[in-house]
């Protein structure tokens, strides 16, 4: 911890623990507001993927009550908010607990924003590219010809914004990397270790996010692999950092 700081009683760091956690939430309700004014706009682009099914099993998509667009219009807006609002967000986590840290520690902030907020979007881009589409035509061709695929759009809504965001939740995998080897709770030689059962975690949990198929496991749980490889090289950047890499 660095000796330049003062030491804080317990009740200063609720304190600062709950300004941190209005400034997010007002920072969630403002992208909110935001994403209201485009909220068309992005309606659209979340339909955009009914056009790459397949044409001999359409989707079709039906308001089944009387508010149904109200709620998802505003649910948008919402999940819009809380995207805008991930750059904020990684900024107060890091503020409140970057007192507890070394100078040199302290000047990771900006890249931790910035690599935080890409490796979220990267994590939506290819959920909307790749991992949709391919649910979406899998599922719709379980009907068979003599069912049609009369979905309800609520459902829809909820099935989409579920992939899209925790692919962009898992996506942040380095970046917990980085917070955890900051503040002593991980090493690369921990996640060496546990490699083979992190991988058997990975295939687990990519068999619950898609089809029942061999190729879409492989889809999901490619990428997974790649994010943990690259943990652990983030995790020995900052341990070295600290002079001793783990090893």
Known sequence: MSSGNKSMSFIDHLEELRWRIIKIISSIIFGGILTFFFIDFFLELLLKPLDNTSSDNPINLQVLSVQGMFIIKWSIALIGGVVLAIPVITFQIWKFISPGLYANERGFVLPLVFFSFVSFLLGIIFSYTILIPYCLN??????????????????????????????????QLPVVSFLLSTIGLLTPAFMRHYRRHAIVIIFILSSFITPPDPVSMLVMAFPLIILYELSIGVSWIVNRGKGFGGE
């Open 138 to 171: 899998f599922f719709a061709s379980l009907s068979g010809e003599t069912v049609l695929n009369n979905f309800s759009i609520n459902h829809y809504f909820s099935f989409i914004t579920w992939l899209l965001l925790g692919c962009g939740i898992v996506f």
